[in-house]
């Protein structure tokens, strides 16, 4: 069974970072795309990064803005998400996806929050 695990969210102040970890099991991931989304409540669920197979090809939403960065260590079958200078508005859960064809993302985690107090 394919398991995306979440971890590394929690609280923090406006303004401190974030390191958003995700480690798959079940499947290698190596040779797919991996990714993050959010969903903060009562807004729709949104793209925040992707980063290709080998890591040499990332995507970011506008509302990234530098501030984050997505990597990945295919050794681990892990990505990660680091995320600086954050805001109020980027509070959400935070959702690893796998495996993106077509336009469809095959395997979604389960979340981690991520809380910012102002």
């Known amino acids: 069974q394919v398991q995306l695990l979440e971890s590394g969210g929690g609280l923090v102040q406006t303004g401190g970072s974030l390191r958003l970890s995700c480690s798959a099991s079940?499947?290698?991931?190596?040779?797919?795309?991996m990714g993050w989304f959010r969903q903060a409540p009562g807004k729709e669920r949104e793209f925040v990064a992707s980063i290709n197979s080998n890591g040499g090809f990332t995507r970011y939403a506008p509302f990234v803005k530098g501030r984050f960065t997505i990597s990945r260590d295919n050794a681990k079958n892990a990505v990660y998400l680091q995320m600086n200078s954050l805001a109020p508005d980027d509070m959400a859960p935070y959702y690893c996806?796998?495996?993106?064809?077509?336009?469809?993302?095959?395997?979604w985690g389960q979340g981690t929050q991520v809380t910012v107090s102002s």
């Open positions: 996806v796998a495996d993106f064809v077509g336009s469809t993302w095959n395997y």
């Open positions: 079940g499947r290698a991931f190596s040779n797919h795309a």
